[in-house]
């Protein structure tokens, strides 16, 4: 499949950029999440997901649910296969699934709640060994 292709080669790099943060000494939060900024071409997600057939980004959608599913095993594989996590001595000692979603969710109503507590629920499912947020998010039932 074209789709899933990812990139994280030089400066891209993001396990060595985790181990200069150890390497350094201080702690880190990994936000792996949906990135939506309008300094970035196309709010930072990739172009690709844009052909996705069917998709609609950010609610209770299949075609987004696996994308964002099978970026957050590939990061989470990324950092357990280098003993990131705190839990593995590394210095990620927090994760983040979503960002300033809670406003969202309200005016989608059933479809952002269903997303933001499928979110919560496949964080949790993987085992990381440290705690996840949600920014702005009252109502995602997380827990470690």
Same mark, same amino acid.
């Given at each position: 499949?074209? #789709?899933?292709?990812? /990139?994280?080669?030089?400066?891209?790099?993001?396990?060595? !950029? @985790? &181990?200069? *943060?150890?390497?350094?000494?201080?702690?880190?939060?990994?936000?792996?999440?949906?990135?939506?900024?309008?300094?970035?071409?196309?709010?930072?997600?990739?172009?690709?997901?844009?052909?996705?057939?069917?998709?609609? #980004?950010?609610?209770? /959608?299949?075609?987004?649910?696996?994308?964002?599913?099978? !970026? @957050? &095993?590939? *990061?989470?594989?990324?950092?357990?296969?280098?003993?990131?996590?705190?839990?593995?001595?590394?210095?990620?000692?927090?994760?983040?699934?979503?960002?300033?979603?809670?406003?969202?969710?309200?005016?989608?109503?059933?479809?952002?709640?269903?997303?933001?507590?499928?979110?919560?629920?496949?964080?949790?499912?993987?085992?990381?060994?440290?705690?996840?947020?949600?920014?702005?998010?009252?109502?995602?039932?997380?827990?470690?």
């Amino acid at each position: 499949m074209l #789709f899933l292709q990812y /990139n994280f080669e030089r400066s891209y790099d993001l396990v060595r !950029f @985790i &181990k200069t *943060i150890q390497r350094a000494g201080p702690y880190a939060h990994l936000r792996i999440r949906p990135y939506v900024c309008a300094e970035w071409n196309f709010g930072g997600f990739p172009v690709w997901l844009k052909h996705v057939p069917g998709i609609s #980004f950010m609610t209770d /959608n299949e075609p987004f649910k696996r994308a964002m599913q099978g !970026f @957050i &095993k590939k *990061i989470v594989g990324l950092m357990k296969s280098h003993n990131l996590f705190e839990s593995q001595y590394g210095p990620i000692i927090l994760s983040q699934i979503e960002n300033k979603y809670g406003a969202q969710s309200k005016l989608l109503g059933a479809v952002g709640y269903n997303y933001v507590n499928w979110a919560a629920k496949i964080a949790i499912e993987t085992g990381i060994g440290v705690p996840w947020v949600m920014c702005k998010e009252e109502d995602a039932h997380i827990h470690w």
